[in-house]
């Protein structure tokens, strides 16, 4: 099962830190005393003792005995890792772009392990097993970072026996190491917003990887929201639609037809975009008119004005465990822990009171 919510300890936080700085280069032959540490880091020795002691464990340091200073493990090459290649399978080819999995490219080539994305990504591949197990077979890869996969993908990728970390994706209950934002509670509070500004009429706009085989996580907590405020929830509020542009434009074309929406939950923030380029094409009003909340940072949009209500995740600490998931499989260490990090609701000037309910914006 995946493990509940976790905030790093500062134990934790402390053992991220210096192993960057080991496989960095800062410090070569003895590592600094405990408390010349902790003064750097701002914490008591004894946190800094525990944390020596898990980079022991880890393989990075040797105990120097009583009273001396640990050494650093020699480093084959750069990092003492052994030189694993790293095929990242991103959701979609523009992915390649996001800020944290450029970070987490970075951090693994800097760690010394070659990650590299294939091409093509799970959406050219129709995020159809076959095609991708084509992929994976002429894919010269020791382990595989899976991007937004289906529960069908995550399945047939937990068969392999090589070692896989599933960012995001339906992989609850899954033998493999994973990791993402835990977004229900934000979704439930955008809701609650919306809801409290007099929305009745709202719909979320998700891809096919979070509707099928049935609502996600965030997805049922969205709708659990509406029936918790009388709404009899349906296929109006959490939609299907066909995986493309057209496809996505013929269903908000039908949703604004007969009883159109007074506010949207946007997955993505290319959904997003589309869906505010839609309204605006029908002289319709952020917020005035329709409010809309994006489920993600949307990053390339944040010269926009009023600013996006969205939904806040750090990904740092989730770039770090992957980095920590590579360096434990190159020493031939299982592990298949999830990690979920904390996300919030944003709210900010695309939402609105409902048309016509005279609602303070603020409640």
């Given at each position: 099962m995946m493990?509940?919510?976790?905030?790093?300890?500062?134990?934790?936080?402390?053992?991220?830190?210096?192993?960057?700085?080991?496989?960095?280069?800062?410090?070569?032959?003895l590592m600094p005393g405990r408390h010349e540490l902790a003064v750097e880091l701002g914490i008591?020795?004894?946190?800094?003792?525990?944390?020596?002691?898990?980079?022991?464990?880890?393989?990075?340091?040797?105990?120097?005995?009583?009273?001396?200073?640990?050494?650093?493990?020699?480093?084959?090459?750069?990092?003492?890792?052994?030189?694993?290649?790293?095929?990242i399978l991103a959701w979609m080819s523009g992915d390649w772009s996001l800020n944290y999995l450029v970070e987490m490219k970075h951090r693994l080539i800097e760690a010394g392990f070659t990650a590299f994305y294939t091409e093509p990504c799970l959406s050219d591949l129709g995020m159809e097993v076959p095609r991708i197990a084509n992929l994976v077979k002429r894919t010269r890869a020791d382990a595989w970072i899976v991007v937004g996969g289906s529960r069908e993908v995550l399945e047939w990728f937990a068969t392999l026996g090589l070692p896989v970390f599933a960012l995001f994706g339906r992989r609850k209950g899954l033998r493999m190491a994973g990791g993402g934002p835990h977004k229900p509670p934000a979704y439930a509070e955008a809701t609650r917003r919306l809801l409290a500004l007099g929305h009745q009429r709202i719909v979320l706009l998700t891809h096919a990887l979070r509707r099928l085989p049935g609502p996600g996580s965030?997805?049922?907590?969205?709708?659990?929201?509406?029936?918790?405020?009388?709404?009899?929830?349906?296929?109006?509020?959490?939609?299907?639609?066909?995986?493309?542009?057209?496809?996505?434009?013929?269903?908000?074309?039908?949703?604004?037809?007969?009883t159109p929406p007074t506010a949207l939950i946007l997955d993505t923030a290319p959904l997003f975009a589309a869906a505010q380029q839609f309204v605006a094409r029908r002289g319709l009003r952020v917020p005035e008119d329709v409010s809309l909340v994006c489920t993600d940072e949307p990053s390339d949009l944040i010269w926009q004005l009023p600013p996006v209500s969205h939904i806040r995740w750090d990904s740092r600490p989730l770039v770090?465990?992957?980095?920590?998931?590579?360096?434990?499989?190159?020493?031939?260490?299982?592990?298949?822990?999830?990690?979920?990090?904390?996300s919030e609701f944003v709210p900010a000037g695309t939402i609105g009171p409902a048309p016509g309910t005279g609602r303070l914006q603020n409640p």
């Open positions: 493990n509940q919510f976790r905030v790093a300890s500062v134990v934790d936080q402390a053992v991220d830190f210096l192993r960057d700085q080991i496989l960095r280069g800062r410090w070569s032959g008591n020795h004894k946190t800094v003792e525990t944390a020596l002691k898990e980079l022991e464990r880890q393989g990075l340091l040797e105990a120097g005995g009583s009273g001396r200073r640990r050494r650093i493990r020699p480093l084959a090459g750069k990092t003492g890792l052994a030189p694993l290649r790293i095929a965030s997805e049922r907590a969205f709708l659990a929201e509406l029936e918790a405020a009388g709404i009899v929830p349906g296929d109006y509020h959490l939609p299907d639609w066909s995986e493309h542009a057209d496809g996505f434009h013929q269903r908000l074309e039908s949703l604004f037809q007969l770090r465990r992957v980095v920590k998931w590579a360096a434990n499989v190159s020493r031939g260490r299982q592990d298949i822990r999830q990690t979920l990090v904390r």
